[in-house]
């Protein structure tokens, strides 16, 4: 059973073990420029990576540029992007945030937050990958994977994205947090599931505060 630890020490070792076994973890996602990057992250939303992979390159092949998209047709968005989840909403967004990209920053991805916000599409979380990714900004992004891993591990008790992310940023020195947020994302993709966690495989059970629970729990 892994000792009681101090917070302070939790993340200390944690993020220790991260940076001597993943020093170079990195988004899945696939992408040239911060272009590419931003109509991945937005069509990623409640979807998979490996899923917006498949389609994301026929849809660069034919909407190169931001200018390309905002000049583009919703149907003509829609039929490449069918697969991801709510693709119709999506293939809107996707429109309206070229159009706005190219008539207000002169087809530049802003690399302020709150900038990026206003595009639609674009949530905090949204906008805090790419400002990360793109920008390396000193943020976090929190999605599913990021507050399930979070509370589970004890680095937060947190239940909402904006909570854990303050959590997480109070804790974690700035130039770690670009970072940790891929860190935790794929940790929770591959060994910290939603259901049926791989405790077994887990190098962080000695500092996972869920660790006694979860490993006696019967798998689904």
């Known amino acids: 059973m892994p000792s009681v630890l101090p917070l302070k020490k939790r993340y200390g070792a944690i993020l220790g073990w991260f940076a001597s076994n993943r020093p ?3 988004s899945e996602l696939h992408f040239k420029n911060g272009y590419e990057l931003i109509v991945s992250v937005i069509l990623s939303a409640q979807c998979t990576d490996k899923r917006v992979n498949t389609v994301t390159p026929a849809l660069f092949e034919r909407f190169p540029t931001p200018e ?19 693709p119709n ?7 309206d945030m070229a159009r706005m990209l190219v008539e207000d920053f002169h087809s530049v991805i802003p690399s302020d937050i ?15 990958v790419v400002a990360s990714i ?25 239940k909402t994205p904006e909570k854990v992310e303050a959590d997480l940023e109070s804790h974690i020195p700035v130039e770690q ?16 599931t939603a259901r049926n966690p791989k405790c077994g495989e887990c190098p962080l059970t000695e ?3 869920s660790y006694p629970a979860l490993s006696q729990k019967p798998r689904q």
């Open 24 to 26: 170079a973890a990195q």
């Open 68 to 86: 390309d998209l905002a000049a583009a047709s919703f149907d003509d968005v829609l039929s490449l992007i069918r697969s991801v989840s709510y």
């Open 89 to 95: 909403s999506k293939a809107r967004h996707l429109t």
């Open 114 to 128: 709150d900038s990026l916000m206003t595009l639609p599409g674009v949530g905090r979380k949204t906008a805090n």
């Open 134 to 158: 793109l920008y390396d900004k000193p943020v976090i992004a929190v999605d599913t994977h990021v507050l399930r891993v979070s509370n589970r591990l004890g680095l937060s008790r947190g």
């Open 177 to 192: 947090r670009a970072i940790a947020h891929h860190w935790l994302i794929l940790h929770g993709r591959y060994t910290c």
């Open 207 to 209: 500092w996972c505060a």
